[in-house]
């Protein structure tokens, strides 16, 4: 339903209906795919933050999940939206003294502004 690739063309994600991640290599002699299981099934939205640090997934349960890009370690689950989060999206640099913004739009009709972990 969903994928995304990293700043240096090296790895993807993507998402699906059911309760994993699978994170892919580019490599195509020898393609690969690591799952992560997440809490809830239904991922409609997935994003590699541009200094690959962190994943946002948006899930059909409204919450977005954001995880450590490198280790997929969870690190916070974001509850504002009451339906399916259908996109997510980072800033290109840092927005005034808020740093690197995340944005997410729902099927709520609205959009959310995240400041996740600072002026990075």
């Known amino acids: ?3 995304d690739l990293d700043g240096q063309g090296q ?12 994170v892919w290599n580019l490599n195509l002699e020898e393609f690969k795919c690591t799952r992560k299981q997440i809490t809830n099934p239904g991922v ?9 640090r962190v994943l946002g ?7 977005i999940r954001i995880f450590s890009w490198k280790s ?12 399916t989060i259908q996109c997510i999206e980072f800033s290109k640099g840092a ?13 709520d009709e609205k959009i959310s502004l995240w400041n996740l972990y600072g002026n990075l």
């Open 1 to 3: 339903m969903c994928l």
């Open 11 to 22: 790895k993807g994600v993507s998402g699906s209906p059911d309760d994993q991640l699978c």
């Open 44 to 52: 409609a939205s997935v994003r590699i933050r541009q200094d690959g």
């Open 57 to 63: 997934v948006g899930g059909w349960d409204s919450r």
């Open 72 to 83: 997929l370690k969870p690190l916070a689950v974001l509850d504002f939206h009451t339906k």
């Open 95 to 107: 927005v005034g003294d808020y740093g690197i913004l995340m944005a997410a739009g729902s099927n």
